[in-house]
């Protein structure tokens, strides 16, 4: 939390201890990249602090699941990879882990980060043996992650939300059928492609038994009954339907658009289902001025919810949006210069329990205060010669 532009090992060494930094910098380092500290036990000791915290202000609405990418250069560094990066927008070379964060609307806090590990990587024995990958890590996709991720969460007995999650993660059915075989409902982001089911249609029933092998049991759709995409059916909803709806204030003005709500039932691959899939609601956003809808939800959420509150939910996503940010620009996330996996997850839970340390803080404040006060006041800087990689003293 000290000021600095680089958080690694050295710099942060020379602002700590400025007469000593290569012992300091020695000692970090095996904290941070060879101590044999459980980041997951740290992690739920921040959970448990600042949790309560949170829900003094306000409950728990949501987990959200995202992740976030890191670019890095080079091949070694544990779990690298030409990959899509969110930070610069495209792929490159970068390491990605898997988050889920629980969110009130006031604040939010990662729970659970995980390193993704490409099957290139998974496959390589000398390169996870260099890099300290544990045995049992395996490969997983993405989504596969963010469903282990919740199932620890849920053994945890960590405060309840609705699972919330943008078109990456809400595209994989069997990440959508996990989280409702749980018990929790989610508000999942979706292409304008997905295929469903309009209003008052459902497939086609089985084909009639001949007689002969087995009773067909298999839901059917054929060239005049089939589904339509969800971008198709919001093109033929009526203008009436379409409402206006603010769902919280912006940094200059309120955040606004058009949305509309339709029952749906989704069609990926229930022709290989015997029963149709259960009614979900589909939400669509289409501002005014735009030719064509710009973002698509489903949700399991009970029918007799509000517009709004579907639209509140499906944006509370914005608060992990905030929580990589923060702890990239302001705590280091993204600065680790170490290659190894215990290393990535120790300097990662760390930054989470500096970052956990500032939201039950601002928790503390009024609610007239202000939202991001300056919590840690800049401590001068020694004005000896300044290591490779350290920041100049301001």
């Known amino acids: 939390m000290l000021p600095g532009q680089r958080k690694s090992g050295e710099p942060i060494a020379a602002r700590i201890e400025p007469a000593r930094i290569g012992a300091t910098h020695q000692s970090l380092h095996h904290f941070v990249a060879q101590a044999a500290w459980d980041d997951r036990a740290v992690l739920a000791a921040v959970r448990d602090m600042v949790l309560p915290a949170m829900q003094a202000q306000a409950p728990i609405r949501a987990w959200i699941i995202d992740d976030t990418g890191m670019p890095k250069k080079g091949r070694h560094s544990v779990g690298v990879g030409r990959q899509y990066c969110g930070q610069l927008g495209k792929q490159d070379n970068c390491q990605v882990a898997v988050s889920l964060s629980v969110a009130t609307h006031q604040a939010s806090l990662p729970v659970a980060f995980r390193l993704y590990l490409p099957e290139a990587w998974a496959g390589d024995p000398a390169r996870r043996t260099k890099a300290g990958v544990p045995e049992e890590i395996a490969f997983h996709t993405k989504p596969q992650i963010a469903l282990a991720q919740i199932r620890a969460a849920l053994a945890a007995d960590v405060p309840r939300g609705v699972v919330v999650m943008d078109a990456g993660y809400g595209a994989d059915s069997e990440l959508r059928a996990g989280i409702t075989d749980l018990g929790l409902a989610y508000v999942a982001g979706v292409q304008s492609s997905v295929s469903v089911w309009p209003p008052g249609t459902t497939p086609l029933p089985p084909k009639p038994w001949s007689g002969r ?160 006060p300056a919590l840690v006041r800049p401590r001068a800087l020694s004005q000896a010669p300044q290591p490779r990689g350290s920041t100049a003293a301001p």
């Open 213 to 372: 092998g087995r009773p067909p049991k298999l839901i059917r759709r054929d060239a005049d009954h089939k589904p339509v995409s969800a971008s198709d059916l919001a093109k033929g909803i009526p203008a009436q339907a379409w409402q206006s709806v603010t769902w919280r204030e912006g940094s200059k003005t309120s955040l606004t658009s058009r949305f509309a709500t339709v029952r749906v039932r989704p069609a990926h691959r229930d022709y290989w289902c015997a029963q149709p899939w259960p009614e979900e609601w589909l939400l669509i956003e289409w501002p005014e001025g735009e030719k064509e809808p710009t973002k698509f939800w489903v949700s399991t959420l009970p029918e007799t919810i509000s517009v709004s509150e579907l639209v509140e939910l499906a944006k509370l996503r914005w608060r992990i949006e905030r929580d990589d940010q923060e702890l990239k620009q302001e705590l280091g996330l993204g600065h680790y210069e170490g290659r190894g996996w215990r290393g990535f997850h120790h300097h990662a839970t760390l930054c989470i329990a500096a970052y956990g340390f500032l939201v039950q803080e601002r928790a503390a404040l009024p609610p007239s205060g202000p939202d991001s």
